[in-house]
C-alpha cells in the first residue's frame, strides 16, 4: 500500500531565507506525486506535481520539488521564502499503475518568522 | 481560474440525523472525490467517482455513505444516520485527465451533536 511521511511537524524559517519541507514516500507502482497547501479554513489548494520528465518541478507561488527515485523523496522547496507563505502543506502520493486515489502526508506546518 | 464550490460551509446536525454535502465539481473535469479531515488528524480518502459510478472507495465509506451525480454539475455526499465521530471537514475535489492534479474545494465543516 502507498504511504507518505513528512518527518517534521513543523518548520521555522527567517524570511529571505530558503526553505525545505521534506517528503518521502512508498508505491509499489510509478508514483504521481504533489504538493498542497492549505490556509486556515480553506480547502487544499494545488503547488506543483511530478509525473514523470525532469526530476526538479517548479510550481506556484516560487516553490520546487526534486523528485530523488533512489531516495524515494520529493521535498519541497522555494529559495527566499515569505512571511505569507507560512501554511500547512501536504504532501501526496498516487500510485498510477494501481488506483486513482491520493494518499496524504499529516502535513507540515511550515512558519515563516518577520 | 474555475474552482470547486462546496456548499454549505458549515452544517450542524444532530446525531442520527441524514446530512447531504454539495459539490459543484469543475465543469469539464471528469473524475471525482469527496476526502475528510478530522481536526488535526490527516486527509483522508473516502471515494472517488468517474462514469457515473464509484470506481473506488476506502474502508471508512461503509453502508452509512453514498454519493450521486444528479446531474451535469452537482456531486453530493450523504450520509445516512450520523455518528458523532462522522465530525470533519469533508473535501470535494475533481480533475480532467489521467495525469492532471485533482482540484479541491474549500470543504464544508460537518459538526455531530
Known amino acids: 500500500a502507498q504511504s507518505v511521511a513528512q518527518p517534521e511537524d513543523q518548520v521555522n524559517v527567517a524570511e529571505g531565507n530558503p526553505l525545505t519541507v521534506k517528503c518521502t514516500y512508498s508505491?509499489?507502482?510509478?508514483?504521481?506525486l504533489f504538493w498542497y497547501v492549505q490556509y486556515p479554513n480553506r480547502g487544499l489548494q494545488f503547488l506543483l506535481k511530478y509525473i514523470t520528465g525532469d526530476n526538479l518541478v517548479k510550481g506556484s507561488y516560487g516553490f520546487e520539488a526534486e523528485f530523488n527515485k533512489s531516495q524515494t523523496s520529493f521535498h519541497l522547496k522555494k529559495p527566499s521564502a515569505l512571511v505569507s507563505d507560512s501554511a500547512l502543506y501536504f504532501c501526496a502520493v498516487r500510485d498510477s499503475d494501481r488506483d486513482d486515489k491520493i494518499i496524504f502526508g499529516k502535513g507540515t506546518r511550515l512558519h515563516i518568522l518577520p | 481560474e474555475p474552482e470547486v464550490t462546496q456548499t454549505p460551509s458549515h452544517q450542524v446536525t444532530q446525531m442520527g440525523q441524514e446530512v447531504i454535502l454539495h459539490c459543484v465539481p469543475i465543469?469539464?473535469?471528469?473524475?471525482f472525490y469527496w476526502y475528510r479531515q478530522i481536526l488535526g488528524q490527516k486527509v483522508e480518502f473516502l471515494v472517488s467517482f468517474y462514469n457515473n459510478e464509484i470506481s473506488e472507495k476506502s474502508e471508512i465509506f461503509d453502508d452509512q455513505f453514498s454519493v450521486e451525480r444528479p446531474d451535469g454539475s452537482n456531486f453530493t455526499l450523504k450520509i445516512r444516520s450520523t455518528k458523532l465521530e462522522d465530525s470533519a471537514m469533508y473535501f470535494c475535489?475533481?480533475?480532467?485527465?489521467?495525469?492532471?492534479?485533482?482540484?479541491f474545494g474549500d470543504g464544508t465543516r460537518l459538526s455531530i451533536l
Open positions: 508505491v509499489s507502482g510509478n508514483p504521481y
Open positions: 465543469s469539464n473535469h471528469l473524475y
Open positions: 475535489a475533481s480533475r480532467d485527465s489521467s495525469n492532471q492534479p485533482q482540484h
